[in-house]
């Protein structure tokens, strides 16, 4: 009798121990879900920092080649404006030698 008390008591304990396990089990998957959640919301973060960070790289290599453009044009104009001021320059000597 006093065995099987033993036993009863044994598997008892063994029960809660089981218990115990099974609940620190569960805690430890519900933590990793809401990792896993965090983790899912983070690499959606990344994955549209990336998509916008393109689409940045896009629109300065757009405003890039339009500085460029106007860099060049602004480049023609005063060699113009230089052409043209030396121009200028030679009519003035051509009219102060003809009064002269």
Known sequence: MRQLEADIRKHIRIEHQLKLHIESVEDRVEELEREQE???KSLA???SLKKEVETL???V???D???E???EATEKQNE???SQEAAQE???KQNEELMA
């Open 69 to 71: 453009e106007q860099t």
């Open 80 to 82: 113009k404006i230089k």
């Open 57 to 59: 790289k896009v629109d």
């Open 90 to 92: 030679a009519l003035k």
């Open 65 to 67: 080649k339009k500085i």
């Open 61 to 63: 290599k757009a405003k």
């Open 38 to 40: 965090d983790n899912e």
């Open 45 to 47: 973060e990344v994955d």
